[in-house]
């Protein structure tokens, strides 16, 4: 794998960087160009450049995916952003490949423009397709501590989906899991409601035990966090987060849950995981930041396992 990485301070313009593309897609005599894309011009500049190389666009808008697929262009529908543009480069091809749009062997030139990015620049990568990123798990893009097994996270963040989709039906279902450093996490909180797992032997407290999972989804009709231990064992649920004198910076539009959770992660080792009750989008965070952004709704791999 090869990279061409355009800092900010020397972006080049659409039709630059598109020129550039086609002429390194044509010199490695490539496969297939994957654009990944939010308004998709950038996928339509390319595919008017390009004669016989097949131009891919990815996007996480699912009203880009539309436009573009009824325009007549080939594309794909990411069920994640990844903070990192690298770490999104890798889900591009995944995604790509699990979806059959490209196969194993093809040399790709896979770009990420600017209007996904905006404060990175733009980015191209020459690869070739390897097996080995068909099935990319969801903490393969998130550094997690040791103490969090990534199983726990994977299932937090399909409970997360599922709780989601339901927000999306018009159900008023929002939920924070605060996974790992449990004991620094349950500093500065208090129990909104009796904490429901109170007395419950351990298997009934497991996040990884099937036979709970309605119940998560339930008590995400109350208020509060759940917090979780990197091995799963649910401590509490109905919990009020606070970090106070903690600063965090999120995108516009999210509310107090998100800023809750981003401030808990900044000041301890843990994972949160975020469902809006608003627009049903699940969003990690970690460090105070946010790292991911799922679309529920786009079914892809282990994040979207059926729970």
């Not at 654009?35 to 699912?62: P, S, Y």
């Not at 404060?119 to 998130?142: A, P, Q, R, W």
């Not at 969090?148 to 927000?167: D, F, M, S, T, W």
């Amino acid at each position: 794998m090869s990279g061409f990485n355009n800092p900010k301070k020397t972006a080049r313009s659409d039709e630059d960087l598109a020129r550039m593309i086609t002429n390194v897609a044509n010199a490695a005599q490539a496969d297939a160009i994957i654009c990944a894309t939010e308004t998709g011009a950038f996928a339509h500049l390319l595919h008017g450049m390009l004669g016989q190389i097949r131009v891919i666009a990815a996007t996480t808008k699912r009203d880009t995916y539309d436009v573009l697929t009824q325009a007549g262009l080939e594309a794909i529908l990411l069920p994640l952003r990844a903070t990192d543009k690298y770490s999104q480069v890798r889900h591009v091809v995944s995604v790509a490949l699990e979806s059959s749009t490209v196969s194993v062997g093809d040399l790709i030139v896979c770009s990420l423009g600017q209007d996904v990015y905006q404060e990175e620049g733009n980015l191209v990568v020459l690869t070739d397709v390897k097996h080995s990123v068909e099935h990319l798990s969801i903490s393969e893009f998130l550094k997690l501590t040791d103490s969090i097994q990534p199983k726990v996270l994977e299932i937090a963040i399909a409970i997360a989906c599922k709780i989601g989709r339901a927000a999306r039906r018009g159900t008023r279902l929002g939920a924070i899991f605060m996974i790992g450093d449990s004991v620094r996490v349950l500093e500065n909180t208090k129990q909104l409601i009796p904490n429901p797992f109170q007395g419950h032997n351990e298997a009934s407290r497991r996040l990884t035990n099937p036979d709970i999972k309605d119940a998560i989804v339930e008590l995400a009709k109350l208020d509060g966090a759940f917090i979780i231990r990197g091995d799963g064992l649910i401590q509490t649920a109905g919990t009020f987060l606070a970090s106070p004198e903690i600063e965090v910076v999120l995108p516009g539009g999210l509310g107090a849950r998100h800023l809750a959770a981003a401030a808990v992660t900044k000041r301890t080792s843990s994972t949160a995981v975020v469902v809006s009750a608003t627009d049903g989008n699940v969003r990690a965070f970690s460090g105070g930041s946010m790292v991911l952004h799922i679309d529920p709704e786009v079914p892809y791999g282990p994040i979207t396992t059926e729970v």
